[in-house]
């Protein structure tokens, strides 16, 4: 059998072989660098990250910020270590920075959401009408402030959950922030029977006011009758204590009210009505 010739390329087979094993060989060289500097690249930004949080924290700089910040010089720093690994595998950055910003536009007109939710992470920044630690209530969500990120707001419900709300949505609506004061006031109505002494009950609730030394004397508290309802009349019970003893302040005297009026003979009264009837012959 007779050898095949192999076609004429203007270069010998050997060149060829030679010029493959050269280009892998640089090739598999640029990998390998690309791979090292993205990975001590993302070393390198955990280490920064940490060092800009541990002095923001040590200069007392709120909880808040310092997320924000950190999160954002995070995602800025990682970007330009991808930059980095792809032009160390010979891809020219200006054109690959080019293509970055045209797929980033498109992307940008695709994500408006996520957009908007980072436009509204700053505003949370720099009119900061929540601060980590703080009870909020907003998009229809109570919480405490876990954290507050580039595009979400992290919240911990009193039952211990996790909830992430968009940034947006806690912006484009109504926002309670309940930890926002020092003080805040318990509001209470009690109901008393009308056959009752109201100086009395009003005498017996100001002893059990003054027997909490966590219900502030400044402002006075309010007790004043508030309406002649059908089947009591009712007093409202303002008291007005730290924002940090309000719960146990209100469930406190809600059962110290129960109990003292038990034992003073006051009265609660069960809705009732009247009835009259008429005998017709």
Known sequence: MEDIPLPDLGFSWEEALIFLKTSALEFGINLITAIVIFYV???AVNVITRGIDRVMTAQEVDKTLVSFVTNLVSMILLVIVVIAAVGALGVQTTSFIAILGAAGLAVGLALQGSLSN??????IIVFRPYKVGDFIEGA??????????????????????QIIVPNSQIMGGIITNYSANETRRVDMVVGV?????????????????????????????TIAVSELADSSVNFVVRPWVRTADYWGVKFDLTEAIKKRFDQDGISFPFPQRDVHLYKHD
């Open 140 to 161: 229809g969500i109570s919480g405490g402030v876990v954290d507050v990120q580039i595009l979400t707001t992290v919240l911990k419900t009193g039952d211990n959950k």
């Open 118 to 123: 980072f436009a509204s992470g700053v505003l």
């Open 41 to 43: 690249g993302r070393l």
């Open 193 to 221: 029977s009308y056959e009752d002494d109201l100086d009395k009950v009003r005498s017996t609730i100001e002893e059990l006011i003054a027997a909490d030394d966590r219900i502030l004397d400044d402002p006075a508290t």
